[in-house]
């Protein structure tokens, strides 16, 4: 394995345990992200160019889920831990993995609402007053992640 796809692991780890744990993703996190992206672009390409190939999927990963933070869908966390990840696959990994993250958290999404549906059936919901009525919130970190490590898997 390479050394992106050992930070791709190791900090989506790190934004799945700290996503459940707590529903937020500690800066450090996505920071972290950009860091080994920016050493892994430079590293591959040179610095103008590395340098360049990190801003490009950086920038793009944080405008793709931006639209969706303006619109109260997800939180900042995961716009900075996708723009993170941007920076370490440049374009246009960062498209696909944008791509497999929306089918991921499509799922997640799809499941989490069954297993409410089916614990509401069966008597079993929690009664949580920590969230709004009709403002319910899925940690978005494991989709983010799931996206990242899919879109790292050679193709052919």
Known sequence: MTAQVWIAILVGLAAIVDDLARRQIANWIPAAALAGGLGWQIGQHGVLLGAGYALAGSGVGFLVFLIFYLLGGMG????????????????????????????????????????????????????????????????????????VWLSLVPKG
Do not use: N
Request: aromatic share 8%.
């Open 76 to 147: 900042g966390g995961d716009v900075k831990l996708m723009a993170g990840f941007g920076a370490l696959l440049g374009l246009p990994g960062v498209l696909w993995a944008a791509l497999w993250t929306a089918a991921a958290g499509g799922i997640l999404a799809v499941t989490v609402l069954a297993v409410k549906s089916i614990g509401r059936w069966f008597g079993l919901a929690r009664k949580s007053g920590s969230e709004a009525p009709g403002k319910e919130t899925i940690p978005y970190a494991p989709a983010i992640a799931l996206g």
